[in-house]
């Protein structure tokens, strides 16, 4: 055993996914913590010409488990052969489905405890503490790993648990996972793919989302909130209701059976607040809310309560903001 921290890497048509560039920042803080290297293991089209680079992500090394697209959870016995025998002290995973895949797998192969989803993590005296976002996020939970629990404890990281680090470090060593007998999971083939849709903006990592509920009406009602998002470089959003209706794909939803996001702004238009819609958006840095309702759940927590109509406020909003920044209309 030692102190390392391990992470998946994932990488998506050549590049690291961005899951694996906040994965690496958030292992070369915790390796710091406790005194241990962040160490990737990759897989994925593009895995080992680009494994180098995520030193400048965070890792010290990177092991290529793959290098083909494929069900991540068919590489948990190279995983665990990679990590079996000289065990680090934490391992993290992206709570997306195949971090969630492989992680799972792990514990079975290997009889680990895990930890997850998480929001937060840190080191402690040689032993990981996690919070937890728990009852429809009511309840924040503390967990810490026991002293005698076998190594690693995996970790599923929520998106924007870390931040991915910005430029420095130098390249990371790389070597290929040993060649393992892949079992049963190796099995796993991916019948059928739907790519997310390449004009929908990747809400999970937008700095800024306008995010619109039953309010909004209607498809068409959604366009206000489209040139708002546009003059600030962010992405829209919705609300299960709006996402329900037909008037945004699904791929928009913020919430609990939807998209967890953590933008520096959020601002939520015709959408009343509710618990299930607040989990996937209350880490927002800042939450702006518009409402007709002045007694909205959503002005409980907003930061800055609008109480009025969205689509007088929205426009005359975007207009503003171009007067500012010398946009023309
Ligand atoms: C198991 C489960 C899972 C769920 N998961 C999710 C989830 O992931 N995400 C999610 O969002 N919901 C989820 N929901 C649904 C959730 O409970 C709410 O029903 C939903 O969030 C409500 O959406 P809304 O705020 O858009 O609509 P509403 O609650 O109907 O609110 C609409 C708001 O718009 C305001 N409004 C209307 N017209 C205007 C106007 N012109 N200008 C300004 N304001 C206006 C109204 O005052 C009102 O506050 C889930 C529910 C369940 C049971």
């Given at each position: 055993m030692n102190n390392d921290i391990c992470f998946l890497a994932e990488f998506d048509g050549g590049s690291p996914a961005r899951s694996a560039l906040e994965l690496a920042a958030g292992a070369a803080g915790l390796a710091a913590e406790s005194g241990g290297a962040a160490v990737g293991l990759a897989y994925g089209a593009g895995a080992a010409a680009g494994a180098a680079s995520l030193g400048a992500a965070g890792a010290a090394r990177v092991v290529v488990l793959s290098d083909t697209d494929g069900p991540a959870i068919s590489l948990a016995a190279a995983a665990a052969a990679t990590i079996?025998?000289?065990?680090?002290?934490a391992f993290l995973a992206p709570a997306t489905p195949n971090g969630r895949d492989l992680a799972a797998a792990l514990m079975g192969l290997l009889g680990l405890p895990a930890l997850g989803p998480v929001r937060a993590v840190r080191i402690e005296g040689g032993r990981v503490r996690a919070e937890q976002s728990t009852l429809q996020g009511t309840v924040i939970t503390v967990s810490e790993s026991m002293a005698d629990a076998p190594q690693p404890v995996i970790i599923l990281a929520l998106s924007g648990t870390f931040t991915p680090l910005e430029g420095g470090g130098g390249a990371a060593s790389v070597s290929t996972a040993p060649s393992s007998?892949?079992?049963?999971?190796?099995?796993?083939?991916?019948?059928e793919s739907h790519p997310a849709d390449a004009a929908v903006a990747n809400l999970e990592e937008a700095a800024v989302i306008i995010a619109g509920g039953r309010g909004v009406g209607s498809a068409a009602g959604f366009e206000p909130l489209n040139e708002l998002a546009a003059v600030l470089d962010g992405a829209v959003g919705a609300s299960r209701a709006a996402a329900d209706a037909g008037w945004?794909?699904?791929?928009?939803q913020i919430g609990q059976t939807g998209k967890v996001v953590k933008p520096a702004l959020y601002v939520g238009c015709g959408?009343?607040?509710?618990i299930q819609h607040r989990v996937g958006m209350q880490t927002a840095e800042n939450v702006v809310a518009i409402n007709k309702?002045?007694?909205?759940?959503i002005g409980e927590f907003a930061d800055l309560f609008v109480v009025g109509d969205l689509f007088a406020i929205v426009p005359e909003l975007t207009a503003e903001i171009r007067r500012r920044k010398g946009i023309p209309s």
């Open positions: 079996g025998d000289d065990a680090p002290l007998d892949a079992g049963a999971l190796g099995a796993a083939r991916i019948v945004v794909p699904y791929q928009l959408i009343s607040g509710a309702d002045p007694d909205a759940p």
